[in-house]
């Protein structure tokens, strides 16, 4: 009996399982099994759960999927292969003890040990928490203290060292006017610091272009915005933003013209500059928010001119207004609900309305004919206006820079050439607005006509719309035409011609010079030693410069460029600004087209229905007003207004090839997060 209990027990050690337990990644899992199978020959048993939240990996902090694992085995050998296979499957092994009392101490340890390290973590998210809610109080000035900081820095970076490693030394560009506050700000500075080195301001004498600098107000910046947005003026070029300031508005206002619509945008201009320092503060990263309130006072004397030339149209929400009685009628009446056609000979009552168009207009069936005709020549006037005063700023650039050819040979042909052909257009305009009134009115000859007989040198004696406006016009047409056509071999040929004759004349004079010296190299040599000697005459000596190369054909090249583009230009500019009539027509017309479908229909009805109706139906009057005639007709407005002002106006006098002058600015810094 006691040889078959110790032989049972020899046996049961020899059956004992061991196993080794431990986590690995959820997908290695198949290819870890079938390892165990073909290197432990099916003498293994495996059994896995999946962990179903992901693990964060300590080293990448990427979240991972993994499974727990256990594997059951007999005998030392094949634990030795189980272990390997786990480590080349980069599997974590976890110790267990094989008593369950053991296993069960060892759980207690461990769910002791996480309730401690989630105290700590509790904890010292607590405190990580206190301490970021004490820094966020204090993180904006941190920003704005950093940013400061990097700034200077970064300037400082780009001086320079004296021989005496005692001072800096820098050039920089800054304002004239500026100079005595910059000295005193050094002078404070120094006194501040309590340097022994005092600082030293020393204007330099340079051959580099200066930067722009345009003082500008919070009135001004946005013109000149505008201005800078198509080019920055070279240094001392004529700034077209202080003329901005008024046609830029007003050749909106009249493409928009409407007095109602007007008054909103105004409204809505004067509440921004209401409250112009709280909308400052809550400035986001809305760009079209932001660029509406930079741009209000634009917004303001848009909507100031638009009800000036509201009125002179008479037109308020595409009605007009009648308070000085009609001169169509005898009794000053104005019908109801009519629609004439208007004869001025037999129904005109010789009394000009006061101010803007006859409120009759508007229910007159050739009102589009009329105002067609009104609106047309206004435009063509106010574009050769504002097309000649551009050519006549170039003279002030011309005269600045000193370059007399130029006024010469561009500024007196340009602006004989546009004075003979649309110059002497709207004097026509004048003319026939002034001797043709109610009492011969079928009898006034036609512009277009005119203009294309006068360059065709065609003068037929009837219809009565191609007669001539006076007497001697053919021949005086014929000459104003062949002097606009001769300024044009003026403005192509002369200049290349004097500026070969000027290089010729300054190379014969550069040989005789030459020759007279006798020796250049012992010349050279006396001018080194004497820049040597006096550094300050010669600033910028660089021994004897090279003379500019000329090239004749580059320069005619050039020359015919400038020229045909000016002509060209003229025609095309000056029809481009028909556009300030088709706008305003396409305006009032929306607007008319709007009040007749949508409020007509509410206010024709009587009772209690029509107040209903009139309810219902003018909030959706309302937005489609503001969404369509003030948002989308007011941009269209403004791009028109700013494509006559960036290419009709500017191009007859700025080239826009200028930088901007950038001063060190605390405010700009912070605005644009310091990254400079």
């Known amino acids: 009996m006691l040889l078959m209990d110790e032989t049972f027990y020899q046996v049961g050690l020899a059956l004992k399982l061991g196993f080794l337990a431990g986590v690995i990644h959820r997908e290695r899992i198949p290819a870890f099994e079938r390892m165990l199978w073909r290197v432990c020959r099916g003498n293994v048993f495996l059994k896995q759960a999946e962990i179903e939240p992901p693990l964060e990996d300590p080293v990448t902090g990427d979240h991972v ?27 974590t092994l976890y110790p267990c ?11 207690m340890g461990v769910i002791t040990r996480i309730e401690d390290l989630n105290t700590v973590l509790g904890q010292t998210q607590d405190h990580r928490h206190r301490v970021l809610v004490a820094a966020a109080k204090n993180i904006k000035v941190w920003f704005i203290k950093v940013r400061k900081i990097k700034a200077i820095y970064h300037t400082l970076n780009m001086f320079n ?34 340097s022994s080195v005092p600082s030293i301001l020393n ?13 500008t107000n919070k009135f001004t910046e946005a013109f000149q915005a505008i201005v800078d947005a198509y080019g920055v003026a070279s240094y001392r070029e004529v700034n077209p933003a202080p003329f901005t300031i008024i046609t830029f508005p007003f050749l909106f206002a009249v493409m928009f013209g409407d007095a109602g619509h007007g008054f909103l945008m105004t409204l809505f201009a004067v509440w921004m500059i209401v409250r112009e320092k709280v909308l400052s503060t809550k400035k986001g990263d809305n760009e079209i928010w932001n660029t509406t309130f930079g741009g209000r006072y634009i917004i303001l004397l848009m909507g100031i001119f638009s009800i000036y030339t509201g009125l002179l149209y008479n037109d308020v929400f595409s009605k007009s207004l009648n308070i000085f009685g009609s001169s169509w009628y005898t009794n000053k009446t104005v019908p109801k609900g009519s629609s004439i056609i208007f004869n001025p000979g037999t129904m005109y009552s010789s009394t000009p309305y006061p101010i803007g168009l006859d409120p009759a207009w508007q229910f007159s069936q050739n009102k589009i004919t009329f105002t067609n005709s009104f609106k047309m020549k206004t435009s063509i006037i106010l574009g050769v206006s504002q097309m000649m005063f551009g050519v006549f700023l170039s003279l002030s650039n011309h005269r600045y820079f000193q370059k007399p050819l130029n006024v010469f040979c561009e500024f007196i042909p340009q602006i004989i050439f546009l004075s003979c052909l649309f110059g002497y257009l709207v004097i026509l305009i004048f003319v026939k607005w002034t001797h043709f009134d109610y009492s011969n009115a079928g009898t006034a000859p036609s512009l277009l006509i005119g203009l294309i007989n006068m360059f065709l040198f065609k003068y037929p004696d009837t219809p009565l719309y191609e007669k001539p406006f006076y007497s001697g016009q ?16 003026w403005m192509l040929l002369v200049k290349p011609y004097l500026l070969k004759k000027k290089h010729m004349a300054q190379q014969f004079e550069h040989q005789q010079l030459s020759v007279q010296s006798g020796d250049l190299v012992n010349h050279d040599q006396d001018a080194i030693i004497y820049a040597a000697e006096n550094p300050e005459d ?3 000596y660089s021994g004897q410069e090279p003379e500019e190369d000329f090239d004749f054909a580059d320069t005619l090249i050039h020359q015919a460029i400038h020229t045909i583009e000016y002509s060209l230009s003229c025609i095309s500019n000056t029809a481009s600004y ?18 007749t479908m949508v409020m007509r229909k509410a206010l024709s009805q009587s009772g209690y229905g029509g107040v209903i109706m009139t309810f219902m139906i003018f909030p959706l009057w309302a937005v489609l007003t503001v969404a369509v005639l003030l948002v989308m007709e007011g941009l269209s407005a403004f791009l028109h207004a ?3 002002h960036w290419v009709e106006f500017q191009n007859k006098f700025y080239q826009g090839s200028g930088y901007l002058f950038q001063p060190f600015s605390f405010e700009h810094i912070l605005d644009y997060g310091g990254d400079e």
């Open 97 to 107: 003890p094989e008593t369950q009392a053991e296993r069960r101490e060892m759980a």
């Open 161 to 194: 060292l004296d021989v005496t490693q005692k001072c800096l030394i820098a050039e920089c560009w800054c304002p004239v006017a500026d100079l005595d506050r910059i000295q005193q700000a050094l002078r404070r500075g120094t006194e501040r610091s309590g």
């Open 578 to 595: 028909l556009r300030l009539w088709a706008l305003s027509l396409a305006h009032a017309q929306l607007s008319e087209v709007l009040w």
């Open 474 to 489: 053919p021949g005086f047409q014929g000459f104003l035409v062949v002097v606009a056509f001769l300024c044009v071999p």
């Open 538 to 540: 010669t600033l910028h």
């Open 65 to 91: 999927y993994k499974s727990v694992f256990i594997v059951f085995f007999q005998g030392d050998q094949l634990k030795s292969r189980v272990r390997k296979i786990c480590e080349g499957f980069r599997a």
């Open 203 to 215: 204007r330099m004498v340079t051959k580099q272009e200066p930067p722009t600098y345009n003082r």
């Open 642 to 644: 700013l494509r006559l």
